[in-house]
């Protein structure tokens, strides 16, 4: 049996995932209508509201 696989998302995605919850949606909202979890989608507000523009590097690969 196989484990779950990991989906990557780009850093254009996670900026408008950003957007919408920045433009006052909920990050609950948000998460349901794109089909993620909340808590992912609130790490990468508090990611942006760190580092700006500099968010979302990736792992270097």
Known sequence: MRGKVRRK???????????????GRKSKEVALEMDLDRSMVQRWVR???TYKDNSFKGNGN
């Open 47 to 49: 990611e942006y509201d």
């Open 9 to 23: 998302y780009d850093k254009e995605f996670k900026t408008m995932v950003v957007n919408l919850c920045l433009s």
